[in-house]
């Protein structure tokens, strides 16, 4: 490491550090918690777009340790607009808004965003699970028939063992229409706990799996304590992805299982006469993102 990138990198920590409140609930930080940062997921992204702009502040001649005022904020934003996409530009914002307390200009992008869809059919899943070592089967088959992120599986409990966050709107009919299974919980984004639904056949499986002792381990710098000896986060995805490529000759990634599980579940509320808005918010409190404008992006269908 450069002595200068050195400095850049311990000026981004002097930075960040007041914003920072890692562990903490977000029930107990109550309105405080649109000015912090929770999750370590988070603060990876805005660290790494912070570094970004002290880079860029750094090149064009500007001391590291010179003030930062709004209109330098703005320029960047703009300047670096060109080459990004929308979703880009946007969390560069939100991430310099929230560590240098301004409110910043919103910039359109001028890269366009393509959206296509990622899913996964149930076929095309099997094939790749029946390539891959058992416990990552397992995990990909879990991600794909409960809809979950790599990383949740780490975080899988019994419904027991971990309480559901209490201060949210949760609906009474998730999981409709689904078949025999279990109710499971997990850790998503955010801290937040949810319920997931694990089909009986898959319930049986993860329970020969479980650990006498549960295990620490480090994923993507995150700590997490592990229940189940199964496939998960980053190793997961870097399995699912090569054994997309070998079998069908392109990888959408793990998070098109995701995409595949709300895909399958639009089609069953339809079909029992749901109405459109109220699948969308079935499906996003089921995933856990709790948008149904995120909801609409998982059920683009692909190409």
């Given at each position: ?52 702009f002290l880079r860029w502040r750094v090149d ?121 299974g279990v109710v499971y919980r997990t850790v ?99 995933m856990g993102h709790l948008r149904c404008d ?10």
């Open positions: 490491m450069t002595k200068r990138s050195f400095t850049i990198e311990a000026k981004a920590h002097a930075l960040i550090s007041p914003v920072l409140a890692l562990g903490q609930s977000k029930a107990a930080l109550g309105t405080l918690v649109r000015h912090v940062i929770v999750s370590v997921g988070t603060l990876r992204s805005f660290q790494q777009c912070l570094l970004e064009k001649g500007t001391g590291i340790d010179a003030p930062v005022i709004r209109a330098e904020l703005d320029e960047y934003l703009l300047q670096e607009s060109a080459r990004w996409r929308q979703k880009t530009v946007d969390q560069h914002r939100q991430a310099l808004s929230l560590i240098f307390c301004v409110m910043l200009t919103h910039f359109e992008a001028e890269v366009p965003t393509i959206t296509a869809g990622r899913a996964y059919s149930q076929q095309e899943m099997e094939l790749i699970a029946s390539r891959q070592a058992p416990q990552n089967a397992l995990g990909t088959r879990l991600a794909f028939r409960a809809g979950l992120r790599a990383a949740e599986l780490y975080e899988l409990r019994e419904a027991d063992e971990l309480q559901r966050e209490a201060n949210r709107p949760w609906r009474s009919d998730l999981f409709a229409g689904l078949s025999d998503g984004k955010g801290g937040l706990a949810r319920s997931v639904w694990i089909p009986q056949e898959l319930h049986r499986e993860l329970q020969t799996r479980r650990l006498k002792t549960p295990v620490m381990i480090i994923d993507r710098k995150v700590r997490r304590v592990v229940h189940f000896k199964i496939g998960g986060g980053q190793s997961l995805s870097q399995s699912f992805s090569s054994t997309s490529g070998l079998v069908l000759g392109f990888s959408n990634g793990i998070h098109g299982c995701r995409h595949g599980y709300a895909q399958s579940r639009l089609e069953t509320l339809l079909e029992m006469g749901f109405m459109p808005i109220d699948c969308l918010e079935i499906i996003s409190q089921e995120i909801s609409l992006v998982y059920t683009t269908k692909r190409k």
